[in-house]
């Protein structure tokens, strides 16, 4: 007589090539699908604007949908960061390492780093 091993059976079906047929219980998990990204992380630069505003470019578009215009996001560079509304649009354009994904109104970009810099790397948080 051969001795029963609880668990024994299972394994043997689990690595069996073929024993999986995708019903009962050995069937495949399934995975919720992945949440949309809601931040994004590129180049700002700074243009005159109003106080508090920001122009999107292409990708902060895409990442923000249709409705993007008038959307508040914050802006993180490093340890500092300001939230800003969405008024307008940028071409905006791809570096060679980095891609400007936000223009800030001066006084947005002066509360992350010195306006002379021109351009910081930031993330765009919804």
């Excluded at 668990?7 to 690595?15: E, S, T």
């Excluded at 699908?33 to 122009?55: E, H, I, N, V, Y």
């Excluded at 249709?66 to 300001?82: E, F, I, L, N, P």
Aim: glycine letters at 10%; proline letters at 8%; a positive charge.
């Amino acid at each position: 007589m051969i001795p029963v091993i609880p668990g024994a059976i299972l394994a043997a079906a689990i690595l069996t090539p073929g024993a999986n047929t995708g019903s009962g219980p050995l069937a495949p998990a399934t995975h919720e699908p992945t949440a949309k990204p809601s931040a994004r992380t590129g180049t700002a630069s700074w243009f005159a604007a109003p106080a508090g505003t920001a122009a999107a470019g292409p990708a902060l578009r895409r990442l923000l949908g249709k409705d993007w215009r008038g959307q508040r996001v914050r802006v993180t560079a490093g340890d500092r960061s300001v939230v800003v509304a969405l008024t307008d649009w940028c071409q905006c354009y791809r570096g060679e390492d980095r891609e400007r994904i936000i223009d800030l109104s001066r006084s947005a970009f002066a509360a992350l780093a010195d306006p002379s810099r021109g351009l910081v790397r930031v993330t765009v948080e919804r």
